[in-house]
């Protein structure tokens, strides 16, 4: 795909701190995106803590996706991300992935992770494109389903190199099993 293309199908969206006047949308976007959606009471036991934050993306005065995040000595940790259906495939996703990308830096946190349930296949692809690799299996990582999780990592800079390689294979083996 050619970048020019792809700028101009893009829908620019503010990415800022969410605030307690967005979450029905950012409710009403994660009820529309997973089967096993958090509560309300989920967000806001996640964003009382000291190192959780969220943030949404708007367009206009839409909510149209949002993230919430674990802030750690060297790494960002994903807990939460999603982009109301009737946005994807419009670059919010990738601009709240550049936004996150951007929080990293060579001396301090070096990395984004985040799981990712083994039948969200669109996740998979998407968070693929954005340069995240499988790093892991996490058996039966979920506890209301039981099902296996990919743990996948973004590193900044260019030390992807090799043991992105290797962990990758990992994964295909347990594939095979």
Known sequence: MNTGQTQKEQTRVHIRWMIRRDMPEVIQAEQLSFDYAWAEEDFLRCLRQRNCIGMVAEHGEKVVGFMIYELHKNKLHILNFAVH??????????????????????????????????????????????????????????????????????RFGDDLGEEFDETVNRIAQYEEN
Do not use: C
Request: glycine letters at 4%.
């Open 85 to 154: 259906p009737a946005w994807r495939r419009n670059g919010v996703g990738a601009q709240m992935v550049a936004k996150l990308i951007s929080k990293l830096s060579s001396h301090r946190r070096t990395r984004i992770t985040l799981e990712i349930r083994e039948t969200n296949l669109p996740a998979q692809l998407f968070f693929s494109h954005e340069e995240f690799r499988a790093v892991r299996v996490l058996r039966s990582f979920y506890e209301d389903s039981g099902e296996d999780a990919f743990l996948l990592e973004y």
